[in-house]
């Protein structure tokens, strides 16, 4: 039963950390493929704090989109909802970092391969905002910074590059090139980085294709880092250079693909480069 007297005030310190700890048990859940109804989980809740349904659902939609902000996944049904109680950064920061597992989910085994054309997708349309980014937010941004946070995880590019070279045979096999499917080779595995590229894989007519892998668990607007050796192999063979963005890599992989020139598709920033996406894909 909600407490009236809560209604229409802002949620306090252990309340925010209780619907926080709440909502990542259900999302380690879901990533694990463990079942959990959303329902019971709200009514727990609100029952411990005294909340209303609607309130404790639109948190649940707030935290959803700080951590697509986050480049992490969220759940499912709790779609992202930008209108932000600038309590919430704290309370998940004081989560995470007690937490710094809950950062990088890697599938223990290559998630299950939808078919190919399932998989790759077209770029979703940008996200307009209704006002600027609250600074709260931008300081949560850079403190768990998902550029650096997927650029470092071998672990998760690794299974990303694998997830891809699977999938590059499978889809030769399925257009009748096997004799191309066995020629697919993990470059970056066998030969170490270094190449410009982890995957060299063909199109169906047997051009190369010399595929950078980038895997993320966010969404697909989630940067990510080229490096100087990668841009420079995209202008030297253009033709054959492709990226792979992998993106919600832990629970449903999904791909688009990013072709040269590469001023025509992203934003390059100084650093190694970090890249955000401007226009074209492929």
């Known amino acids: 039963m909600a407490d009236e007297r809560k209604i229409g005030t802002d949620w306090e310190t252990d309340e925010l950390d209780a619907i926080v700890a709440d909502y990542f048990s259900m999302l380690t859940a879901d990533l694990s493929g463990r079942p959990y109804v959303k329902s019971k989980h709200s009514a727990v809740l609100m029952a411990a704090i005294g909340r209303t349904h609607r309130s404790v659902e639109f948190k649940h939609q707030n935290i959803s989109a700080v951590l697509d902000e986050l ?38 085994s290559i998630p299950a391969t939808p078919l190919p054309g399932e998989i790759f997708v077209d770029l979703p349309p940008l996200i307009m905002r209704d006002g600027p980014i609250p600074e709260r937010l931008r300081r949560l941004v850079r403190k768990f910074d998902p ?32 004799d191309l499917a066995r020629k697919v080779r993990w470059v970056a595995d066998e030969d170490g980085d270094g190449a410009g590229y982890d995957v060299l894989s063909f199109d169906r007519a047997g051009s190369e294709r010399l595929l950078e892998v980038k895997t993320t668990n966010g969404s697909a607007k989630t940067p990510f880092f080229i490096t100087r050796n990668e841009c420079t192999l995209a202008t030297e063979r253009p033709a054959a250079w492709r990226i792979y963005r992998v993106h919600m890599f832990a629970k449903s992989p999904r791909i688009f693909t990013i072709v040269p020139p590469l001023e025509n598709a992203v934003s390059l920033s100084p650093q190694i480069w970090c890249a955000s996406f401007s226009g074209t894909i492929e």
């Open 147 to 178: 550029v650096e946070r997927d650029y470092h995880n071998r672990s998760l590019g690794k299974a990303g590059e694998e997830f891809v070279v699977d999938l590059e045979r499978r889809r030769l096999t399925g257009a009748n090139r096997s």
């Open 71 to 108: 480049g992490m996944p969220w759940i499912p049904g709790y779609k992202p909802k930008r209108n932000y109680q600038n309590a919430i950064f704290d309370a998940i920061d004081r989560y995470l970092t007690l937490h710094p597992a809950v950062l990088e989910p890697v599938p223990i």
